[in-house]
């Protein structure tokens, strides 16, 4: 039977030190070792700092594994001379252990620098030492057998420190230019009293988007100068407690162009002194004005050309009731008598209620209210699903439609049918070649990055999936998988429409054989002040 190591621990330096050939060495193999040597060798593999213990007259050194990246490349140094593996730096180290082993008292170098060997070259290494006897019981009494020595490395921190004192001179030399960058920047920035939000300082684009001059714009309020602009106050009133924001959007009129609707987008950030005190709010913003109304050009655009891509289908549904009308019709004629005529025509009538039925589906989807709607998530999906119907049956797609809530969600309902379409139809055009499934479902839920609560809409497909790559670039203008068949603009669109509801957008998807296909989920709460 095997008796159990005197070394125990499953670290790397453990496993070197039970197969090392001590016997070849003055220490002679460890079964021989003294207690005390057996012990501090323990302690040495448990310690969770760097390092070693130097033993014998020879100074024999063993160390753990924390210890091995100052030896860079060496040649193995277990049970070797310790001042033989720092030959570099032979007599600094000498100097280091020589007293705790000649007197026995302990003694603590702080960040020392050493320039030792490592991977073949010279390295700067800043260190603090401790180094303490080990004594052992012998014959003639307590003597020192060994040295325990731990190592804390503070390089990085030292160089750190060096690149701080270093940059501290390079940032009084570029405070001058940072002030010029500031004067000049193409972004509008400011620093704002955070009690009665004053402007303390502005640049020159802040004043030129306020329509004045930097002088008449200092020492003014915010407030006087965008009176009527809805969301500011809220925003600086939760900077000026702390909370930084950023790309927040704000809308309305300022003071020297009423009647004329502008947007911004901001980051505010408090200033604080060095007790934490906010002495300010940095404030830096960009006029949106211009975007704001190209995107809307773009998401009327992109609309026209969803209810245009629509068409065809539409006609083709309405179609196919109005010819059996007119067979029935005929049919109806012809009749015998007027029962059977009568017959002919209740069909006929009930065919032209659903040519009404899609026509004001196609109505509903294009029609856009001037102000929020409340409507139910099935209002919502069952009118996109009817007019894609042609489509679907085509395909061969077999629709799984499960509505879990009942509660209304405010909204642009036209808008909100827009993405649905846009994510229906992109489903569809996934499956057109070989049919699949079409999951359409709808429950409350709860946005949690926000704790918002509200209904979410998930429509998810069968088809091939999407790579990473792909779904990376998804929400991009203008990116698109179709060819000369899309425009990229729709789940870009798609996206904007969401946000500005202070929903999400979000997708994931996989092309594993086995399991393929793409799911959007679409959540909107039932409050928000965007709309």
């Not at 010029?180 to 920047?185: C, K, P, T, V």
Request: glycine share 6%; with cysteine.
């Amino acid at each position: 039977m095997n008796r159990p190591s005197r070394i125990v621990g499953h670290s790397q330096m453990a496993d070197q030190i039970r197969s090392h050939a001590w016997e070849q060495t003055i220490l002679g193999p460890i079964s021989s070792w003294p207690s005390e040597l057996v012990v501090a060798v323990n302690l040495l593999l448990s310690s969770k700092l760097i390092s070693c213990i130097l033993w014998s007259a020879d100074k024999l050194l063993i160390y753990n594994d924390l210890y091995q990246p100052l030896l860079g490349n060496k040649p193995s140094a277990l049970g070797k001379p310790f001042l033989d593996v720092w030959d570099e730096i032979r007599e600094q180290a000498k100097a280091i252990i020589t007293p705790p082993l000649t007197v026995g008292e302990s003694n603590l170098f702080d960040k020392v620098p050493f320039k030792i060997l490592l991977d073949g070259e010279f390295s700067e290494k800043i260190c603090t030492l401790t180094n303490s006897p080990i004594w052992t019981e012998t014959p003639d009494g307590p003597r020192i057998q060994g040295l325990f020595q731990t190592i804390v490395d503070h390089t990085e921190g030292e160089r750190a420190m060096r690149q701080l004192t270093e940059s501290e001179a390079q940032l009084r030399h570029t405070h001058a230019e940072l002030d010029a960058m500031y004067d000049s920047g193409a972004v509008a920035s400011a620093l704002i009293d955070p009690i009665d939000f004053r402007y303390v300082r502005v640049n020159t684009k802040l004043a030129e988007m306020l329509d004045s001059t930097v002088a008449e714009v200092t020492g003014t309020s915010i407030f006087d100068l965008a009176s009527n602009v809805p969301t500011l106050r809220h925003q600086l009133l939760q900077v000026a407690k702390g909370t930084p924001l950023m790309n927040v959007t704000a809308e309305g009129e300022i003071a020297t162009r009423p009647g004329e609707l502008r947007s911004w987008q901001s980051n505010y950030v408090p200033v604080r002194s060095t007790t934490g005190e906010i002495i300010g709010i940095a404030a830096a913003s960009i006029e949106t004005t211009g975007q704001k109304k190209a995107e809307a050009i773009l998401i009327r655009n992109e609309k026209l050309a969803a209810v245009g891509r629509l068409a065809a289908s539409i006609a083709h549904e309405i179609n196919n009731p109005l010819e059996s009308v007119t067979n029935l019709i005929y049919l109806a004629r012809g009749a015998s008598d007027k029962l059977t005529a009568n017959e002919y025509l209740e069909t006929a009538d009930r065919e032209l209620r659903r040519a009404s039925a899609i026509t004001n589906q196609t109505l509903r989807f294009y029609k856009q209210s001037t102000s929020a709607l409340s409507v139910t998530a099935h209002e919502l999906l069952e009118s996109v699903l009817a007019i894609q119907q042609g489509r679907i049956v085509n395909a061969g797609i077999h629709v799984e439609f499960r509505d879990r809530t009942s509660e209304r969600v405010k909204c642009f309902d036209g808008e909100i049918r827009q993405v649905l379409n846009n994510i229906i139809g992109n489903a569809i055009d996934a499956m057109h070649t070989s049919g699949g499934r079409l999951l359409v479902r709808s429950r409350t839920g709860t946005h949690w990055p926000t704790g918002a609560r509200g209904i979410t809409l998930t429509i998810a497909d069968t088809g091939n999936g999407m790579s990473s790559e792909v779904q990376g670039r998804l929400f991009e203008a203008f990116y698109t998988t179709k060819g000369i068949n899309g425009n990229g603009l729709g789940l870009w669109v798609s996206k904007e429409i969401i946000d500005r509801h202070a929903g999400s957008l979000r997708v994931r998807s996989s092309t594993l054989p086995d399991a393929h296909g793409t799911v959007f989920s679409i959540f909107l709460p039932f409050q928000t002040s965007k709309i």
